[in-house]
């Protein structure tokens, strides 16, 4: 689906917007979906495994801490790649953890053994977070160049012109369209959290929408006889 697809359906949402190839509305309406997108994102940030891309990044030799991966919202899982074979596949999963400095802690044995401070492939990590000083800690300190696949939400780049590529599944289009077309009809005196959190309901509706590909629940139970006393 394309983004002209959600300019359409933005003009039956109002029909007096002038959204169609160089109208004078199309470049606002563009940037309304992408205001939208960032309210969806911050939403399905929220949510465990939803809507998970993945990527890889590389540590440093004999360095400690490695840059957040630029549009990371939510950090899923961490893999270590092994690069040595053809396809190149995730070994191991590294342990995330859970306080800060506790990247060489003081164990007994064994683990002082298995998490010691001889530098090698890394095990665990540190995540500070998807901020501009966001940084991940590895422990033991890489040895070489390693790569880590991350698994989690990434965030999807800014539509530009009408014939980009809608970033998420078409269920979620007409809330995109239907609150990206209310962005335009705000008014000076109107609410903008007004406008945000009716922009959470039904973005919220459209994240549920997305997660109904996924049922691997146990299926009812279906009672063939019937038992009366």
């Known amino acids: 689906m394309t983004i002209a697809t959600l300019l359409d359906f933005m003009s039956v949402f109002d029909n007096e917007l002038e959204i169609e190839a160089d109208g004078t509305d199309e470049v606002r309406a563009i940037r309304a979906l992408n205001i939208v997108q960032k309210w969806f994102e911050a939403i399905a940030a929220g949510e465990s495994e939803m809507l998970q891309r993945y990527s890889t990044l590389t540590t440093t030799a004999n360095t400690e801490v490695s840059s957040w991966p630029s549009g990371l919202l939510r950090l899923d899982s961490l893999w270590y790649v092994d690069t040595t074979e053809t396809p190149n596949l995730p070994q191991w999963k590294l342990d995330p953890m859970y306080e800060t400095g506790g990247h060489r802690p003081s164990m007994s044995w064994p683990e002082s053994v298995v998490l010691s401070n001889t530098p090698g492939k890394p095990r665990r990590y540190y995540a500070t977070g998807p901020h501009t000083e966001g940084r991940l800690f590895w422990e033991p300190v890489p040895d070489a160049v390693w790569t880590i696949r991350y698994y989690g939400l990434i965030a999807a780049s800014d539509y530009t012109v009408r014939t980009g590529t809608f970033a998420y599944p078409d269920p979620c289009a007409p809330a995109f369209a239907q609150e990206a077309a209310k962005i335009l009809r705000i008014g000076r005196d109107d609410s903008i ?18 997660r109904s590909w996924w049922n691997d629940e146990v299926g009812a139970r279906h009672y063939l006889e019937e038992h009366s006393t």
């Open 193 to 210: 959290a007004d406008l945000q959190k009716q922009a959470i309901v039904s973005l919220g509706a459209a994240l549920k929408a997305c």
